[in-house]
């Protein structure tokens, strides 16, 4: 499995089967160093509404004639703007063209804002990919949350994705504590640098995974690793 950061919580996620790319937020991301035109893919997972993770998915939809993966109302929102989706939620697993999805507990919210109206997307969601023999945990954007163990016991995870911005995910301190609780190995720090209310040390959160005996990827934006 070859994983590509685009910037806050963009993931490109490759096999030699199929490609797919998670929470595109890339034209509206000055960091994230890409188009959504040069993205091809065969599946966009989200895992919620907000419009840094929602991003360009109805584009790269079309463009690749590919689905979005998302919970139920999101899955409806994208389906009503012309793209093909595969509605899920919660607790629930499918497996499409070689790539099996499950999505797990996010506690965040999920809505879109159209002009004054704010549209309610369903529930947030973390995501647990398996392409190519490999698992990555994508946490979406969360608290810190108990059943992180549960997530941790019951899947075999390669590498894990957290968000460590604070304010409006969790912060270091609690993605640490996370990172121990999923009995990850490897971890990418997420949502932090795009913007200064989110600015965090993600080279300092890697030596401090260290030191807990996991290994930790401060990606750049283009940046890729093999797992
Ligand atoms: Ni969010
Ligand atoms: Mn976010």
New binding site residues.
Partial sequence: MKITYYGH?ALLVESSEAAVIIDPFLSGNPKSGISPEDIKVDAVLLTHG?S??LGDAIEISKNNNCPIFAVYELAEYCQIKGAQVKHMNIGGAHTYSGITVKYTQAFHSSSIQEGDTWIYTGQPAGILLTLGGKTLYHAG?TALFGDLRLIGERNAIDISALPIGDM??MGPDDALLAARWLRAEKVIPL?YNTFPAIAQDGADFCDRLRQEGIEGFPLLPGESIEV
């Fill in positions: 919580s907000h840094d993770h954007d409006l995910t949502h």
